[in-house]
């Protein structure tokens, strides 16, 4: 596995800008403004958890390194913003995907 991992960089951007895209389409920014979805939260929190666990699954199948972790992560960052979401949003979920992504397998 190492730093890098099996899979490359463009595998990596396209895969995280399909859950960007996966995102937005169950839980779409809110129109009229503030950068968060305008769903129920219990909505957001299930789009979420089945967000991760993609991601989770695209971990262990191609065994990602620190490098392409982090890679995954500002890939998917950049994508929300272009899909409409505000900062504030776009960096916590960002960041709890690759907690998510990040912790040791038991």
């Known amino acids: 596995m190492g730093l890098f991992g099996t899979v490359s960089n463009k595998q990596?951007?396209?895969f995280a800008k399909s859950l960007a895209h996966e995102l937005a389409?169950?839980?779409p920014p809110d129109p009229s403004g503030g950068g968060?979805?305008?769903v129920t939260p219990k909505r957001l929190i299930s789009a979420l958890e089945q967000?991760?666990?993609k991601a989770l699954g695209?971990?262990?199948q191609h065994g990602l390194g620190i490098y392409r972790k982090a890679r995954l992560g500002n890939a998917f960052r950049w994508e929300l913003a272009d899909l409409g979401?505000?900062?504030?949003?776009i960096e916590d979920v960002t960041q709890r995907m690759i907690v998510h992504i990040s912790r040791k397998a038991k």
């Open 36 to 38: 968060r979805p305008g």
């Open 85 to 89: 979401y505000g900062k504030e949003f």
């Open 25 to 27: 389409k169950q839980c």
């Open 58 to 60: 695209f971990r262990e």
């Open 12 to 14: 990596v951007d396209d």
């Open 51 to 53: 967000i991760f666990g």
